[in-house]
């Protein structure tokens, strides 16, 4: 439960910037996600109406439960920026401290913030305060190997009132290399008695169990391995409820989630960024098929979305006779 809003698999999508938007939400809810977020949402922008700010706070009805979520240092601004979110039909709002972006960092905000954890409890208890819906936090262990204070930063949170944490067990030092410390998260678990999210390296069935072993976590955060791979996330519920791992859909059923991928990216953003975005994702979703290093190369190639479509179709179509592209390739 977080606060009245029940949570029926303890399985949340990472919010990733540019990549976990409306129409890829969709998608990964279907595949079993219990908790989404959207991307994250400057809090000064809130204010500027910006189409493209409305866009990123767009929720489907199938989406909750859902959390907004917001990053910045300034009070003000962060409870600017949850009245908006709250009016906007957030579920729950979730504060971002864990983003390593230098630009976010310099304006003190995201994981720059680790380092001030005075400024920490004036955020949260500035947000609380602002809304009636539940609170939650995403965090990095610390700024550096030499400063890592998840474990105050949890206590700091659950004093402040936040209803969950979710902890990425890496500092923005390492920002994402080396591998995600589990002993780390469950550190700040222990600390604490708000649910915690265990997040970092989790990319299957096995990975899961074995974070939620090592760190005693209530749930679990995944990222990187849904791009490309939304369906992970069927695998990942499955060990989380201790059910038999569901089979991979096979390549009729993924062109028809990738079709239906790049359709929604056109709607929801318009052609031209759908592009952009498509490349991003179509490329993933070839990774590791045969002749996805030719296809990667046409595809990057393509500036126009109809043209993308079809290159897509072509390539992950099987059977499809107009795959003499790729044999000339
Ligand atoms: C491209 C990209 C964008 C991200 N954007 C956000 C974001 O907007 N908010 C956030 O809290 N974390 C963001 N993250 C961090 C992820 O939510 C997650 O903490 C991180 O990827 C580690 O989890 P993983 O190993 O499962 O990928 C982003 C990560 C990536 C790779």
Not at 31 to 58: C, H, N, Y
Request: contains cysteine; glycine residues 8%; proline residues 3%.
């Amino acid at each position: 439960m977080l606060g009245r809003i029940r949570i029926d698999v303890p399985l949340a999508l990472a919010p990733m910037a540019g990549i976990t938007d409306l129409p890829f939400r969709h998608i990964c809810k279907r595949f079993g996600a219990g908790l989404m977020i959207t991307e994250m949402i400057a809090s000064r922008a809130v204010d500027q109406g910006r189409e493209r700010t409305e866009r990123m706070a767009e929720i489907g009805g199938d989406e909750h439960p859902i959390g907004i979520q917001i990053a910045g240092s300034d009070s003000d601004y962060m409870r600017e920026a949850a009245h908006w979110a709250a009016s906007r039909g957030a579920d729950f709002i979730d504060i971002n401290m864990g983003c390593p972006v230098k630009k976010i960092c310099k304006q003190v905000a995201g994981s720059a913030l680790l380092k001030d954890e005075a400024a920490v409890a004036r955020v949260l208890e500035a947000v609380v305060n602002a809304v009636t819906l539940p609170v939650t936090l995403k965090i990095r262990t610390g700024w550096d190997e030499s400063s890592k204070n998840a474990v105050r930063i949890a206590t700091i949170a659950e004093e402040s009132g936040i209803q969950m944490l979710t902890v990425h067990g890496r500092t923005r030092a390492q920002m994402f290399n080396g591998h995600a410390n589990w002993e780390d998260i469950g550190l700040a678990k222990q600390a604490v008695s708000i649910p915690v999210l265990g997040n970092g390296d989790v990319v299957d069935a096995a990975s899961a169990r074995e974070m939620l072993r090592i760190s005693g976590c209530d749930g679990v955060m995944v990222g990187r391995a849904v791009q490309g791979n939304p369906w992970v996330l069927a695998e990942v519920r499955a060990a989380l409820m201790e059910e038999s791992i569901p089979v991979k859909p096979d390549s009729v059923a993924r062109w028809r989630i990738i079709e239906e991928h790049m359709l929604a990216l056109a709607e929801h953003h318009g052609e031209r960024t759908a592009s952009k975005l498509a490349r991003k994702h179509v490329i993933w979703y070839s990774k590791s098929m045969e002749g996805s290093a030719e296809f990667r190369h046409h595809f990057q190639s393509l500036t126009c979305w109809k043209a993308q479509l079809e290159a897509a179709e072509v390539f992950f179509c099987e059977n499809n006779e107009n795959k003499a592209w790729l044999r000339a390739a």
